[in-house]
């Protein structure tokens, strides 16, 4: 149980398009969900929190207008990222939390985002 | 199917004792496996590891990988209550396209 994925798991693009990253709870509801960027090597940055319904909220430095998140239902967020430019080459991670235990959040593979 | 599973699931010790985690992976195209401590937002790394054998070390966490086992332990002696928190594994495969997570393991350290 407790399965998360990720569409696509590879994203190549060239600068200036939006690419959509899709992050589905398969087994489960999740009433929150997270989204990461993780650098190489580096921790995991939490970029923003979603709540189903709702806005969600994002870290401090992340540009909301950038990556645009929407959670609009149980089973699936989605994020955005608008008009990409290299430097937002990453490798973005999603995960998912049925809000029983908020400590507990399940993870889904990750999209390699590269921009040309 | 790649599947990564973390053993116990959730664990209670008293401060100075010493605790093993563990972590066991089937992965096709294993690249890495990475160690994370999450305690309230994002997880912090923790170890890469990619050759077997080759013990990491950073302060009295220390953390090594059996490729022939398939499987990864991380030891921390000398336990604190700061050490509590949830500690995931996930494995680099696919040619560092995808991470795979286990369901990670939690630890309380009680004073």
């Known amino acids: 149980g407790a399965v998360v994925s990720q569409h696509p798991s590879r994203v190549i693009c060239k600068s200036g398009t939006s690419v959509k990253i899709e992050c589905r709870s398969l087994?489960?509801?999740?009433?929150?969900m997270f989204w990461y960027r993780q650098f190489p090597k580096q921790s995991l940055m939490l970029m923003a929190t979603s709540n189903e319904g709702s806005k969600a909220t994002y870290e401090q430095g992340v540009e909301k207008d950038k990556f645009l998140i929407n959670h609009a239902s149980l089973t699936l967020s989605t994020l955005t990222v608008t008009s990409a430019h290299p430097e937002d080459s990453s490798f973005y991670i999603c995960?998912?939390?049925?809000?029983?235990?908020?400590?507990?959040?399940?993870f889904g593979p990750g999209t390699r985002l590269t921009v040309l | 199917e790649d599947k990564v599973v973390q053993s116990p699931l959730s664990l209670v010790v008293h401060e100075g004792d010493t605790v093993t985690l563990n972590c066991s992976y089937e992965v096709t195209n294993f690249r890495s496996l990475l160690w994370y401590k999450q305690e309230k937002k994002a997880p912090t790394f923790l170890f890469m590891l990619?050759?077997?054998?080759i013990e990491k070390k950073s302060g009295r966490l220390s953390s090594i990988l059996d490729k022939k086992e398939l499987s990864s332990i991380l030891n921390i002696t000398a336990t604190q209550t700061g050490d509590s928190a949830i500690y995931l594994c996930a494995v680099d495969s696919n040619s560092g396209y995808a991470l795979n997570f286990g369901k990670g393991t939690s630890l309380l350290v009680t004073p």
């Open positions: 087994d489960f509801q999740a009433t929150t």
């Open positions: 995960s998912a939390s049925s809000g029983a235990r908020t400590d507990t959040q399940y």
């Open positions: 990619t050759s077997s054998g």
